[in-house]
């Protein structure tokens, strides 16, 4: 298990963030986990969603079923 702070880890905008002012960022870091966070508060708190539970999350987004 990975005890570390999300503040140190690397983020980067996410791929599936529009151009607007709503965008996420997510780290590469955490193998087997996506940790998400509000671009716009850094040191808000973060969700971590284990990689399978992110591919759904995201396809569910795309699919429009969740807005």
Do not use: Q, Y
């Amino acid at each position: 298990m990975h005890t570390a702070s999300t503040t140190e880890l690397t983020w980067r905008k996410s791929s599936h963030s529009g151009n607007g002012t709503e965008c996420v960022e997510v780290s590469d870091d955490l193998p087997g986990a996506v940790p998400v966070r509000d671009s716009k508060r850094k040191n808000g708190p973060s969700i971590i969603f284990t990689g399978v539970a992110w591919t759904s999350f995201v396809e569910e987004i795309h699919a429009e079923r969740i807005v």
